[in-house]
């Protein structure tokens, strides 16, 4: 595992094959790095799928409201919800969307984003400026790599855990 520097803005994230290390940049999107945080510690992001994952591009997941496998999961919905938190203003910044970085879903509207975020699987610079750069993996990226494909997956991988390291 990646040596952990600060831990009040690093995501522990469990997948099936093994740990995922996210470091979040508050420095420069500090509302999505708070948001992901929150909805870590109140264990809104265990259990939900990763219902949109586009070979060469990303893995996208966090709908708290209809992608808890464990909990009220829709298939046909996941991707359409967020949490009963209010949506976040865009943070966009120079920051590039390279492999492994942390994206902000949202709909068209780019005052939208709310729970949900992405992984690339590549440099997918297209999207610079447009999505809310928050995050990037340290380490475990192999294991991002490794998740099942699918618009939504047939059987979908999912977050087991996810937390914040300074509670762990």
């Not at 990763?50 to 997941?61: K, L, N």
């Not at 996941?78 to 920051?95: C, H, Q, R, V």
């Not at 709310?114 to 294991?143: A, C, P, W």
């Amino acid at each position: 595992m990646a040596e952990i520097k600060d831990p009040e803005n690093t995501i522990i994230m469990t997948l099936k094959g093994g740990d995922v290390v996210i470091e979040l940049l508050p420095d420069v999107a500090p509302k999505h790095a708070a948001r992901m945080k929150e909805l870590a510690r109140a264990g809104k992001y265990d259990n939900v799928a990763f219902h949109r994952v586009i070979e060469g591009f990303m893995a996208q997941t966090g709908d708290v409201q209809h992608a808890n496998m464990e909990k009220n999961y829709n298939p046909g919905r996941s991707g359409t919800g967020g949490s009963d938190l209010p949506d976040l203003p865009a943070e966009f910044s120079k920051l590039p969307h390279d492999r492994g970085t942390l994206g902000a879903a949202r709909s068209q509207n780019p005052n939208s984003a709310n729970s949900q975020f992405f992984i690339n699987f590549k440099d997918n610079h297209f999207l610079n400026g447009q999505y809310t750069v928050y995050g990037r993996v340290i380490s475990g990226m192999e294991h991002v790599d490794a998740i099942q494909r699918g618009e939504p997956p047939a059987n979908p991988d999912r977050m087991i855990a996810v937390k914040v390291a300074a509670d762990v």
